[in-house]
Nanobody, 123 residues
């Protein structure tokens, strides 16, 4: 069992930055690939970014490529999402997720989810 707790969300103006954190407890964090997803109000949840167990490999949705950066610190059991050049369309609840398998873009591949943190970008 893994518990995931996101933090770092908030209100920011367009063009600003936020860093989300996701702290994991339970089984060995380094055995999980991790992902970030987001769900805008009234819309379906969508993939944002993923990172391999070692942190060596990363993957991004086209909509955030070049603006967001995922990283992890296995010693701190934490995965991060640095979000720069934020746009109003980035407004959503952001979720982190963990999978036993390789990093994936499909949310059905993930075994554990956090409760989410709200990110609001004002224009």
């Amino acid at each position: 069992q893994v518990q995931l707790v996101e933090s770092g969300g908030g209100l920011v103006q367009a063009g600003g930055s936020l860093r989300l954190s996701c702290a994991a407890s339970g089984r060995t964090f380094s055995t999980y690939s991790m992902g970030w997803f987001r769900q805008p109000h009234g819309k379906e949840r969508e993939f944002v970014s993923a990172i391999s167990r070692s942190g060596f490999n990363t993957y991004y949705a086209d909509s955030v490529k070049g603006r967001f950066a995922i990283s992890r610190d296995n010693a701190k059991n934490t995965v991060y999402l640095q979000m720069n050049s934020l746009k109003p369309e980035d407004t959503a609840v952001y979720y982190c997720a963990a999978t036993f398998g390789t990093m994936a873009t499909n949310q059905n591949s993930y075994n554990y989810w956090g409760q989410g943190t709200q990110v609001t970008v004002s224009s």
